[in-house]
Nanobody, 123 residues
């Protein structure tokens, strides 16, 4: 089964940057992967998606501040988060799908989720 292991969380001040990484065991099978976050007391929120061909999608909340990318040679997906705000605080989860049209279907249909990592942004 596909396994995802995330790293890179931590605590930063508002305005600072942080980069998350997610290593995935069967990279070539993946049609779409991305990052989801959950703030305390709130539902999951899609943050960014990246398709097999590299096309990306972002939520309005992070567009222009976050950049999703992947390194196929390292089986790794990244989320570079810049100009962080306190409202970016939450548990960040990497997820992936091997289904056709994976990104179009949305992260809620993704069958493979990694463990959550904590990101804390203080003002």
């Amino acid at each position: 089964a596909l396994q995802l292991v995330a790293s890179g969380g931590g605590s930063v001040q508002a305005g600072e940057s942080l980069t998350l990484a997610c290593v995935e065991s069967k990279f070539t099978d993946i049609t779409c992967m991305g990052w989801i976050r959950q703030a305390p007391g709130k539902e999951h929120e899609g943050v960014a998606l990246i398709e097999r061909d590299g096309r990306t999608r972002y939520s309005d909340a992070v567009k222009g501040r976050f950049t999703i990318s992947k390194d196929n040679a390292k089986n790794t997906m990244y989320l570079k988060m810049s100009s962080l705000k306190p409202e970016d605080t939450g548990t960040y989860i990497c997820a992936a799908t091997i289904n056709d049209n994976g990104c179009h279907r949305g992260y809620s249909t993704f069958g493979f989720w990694g463990q959550g990592i904590q990101v804390n942004v203080s003002s």
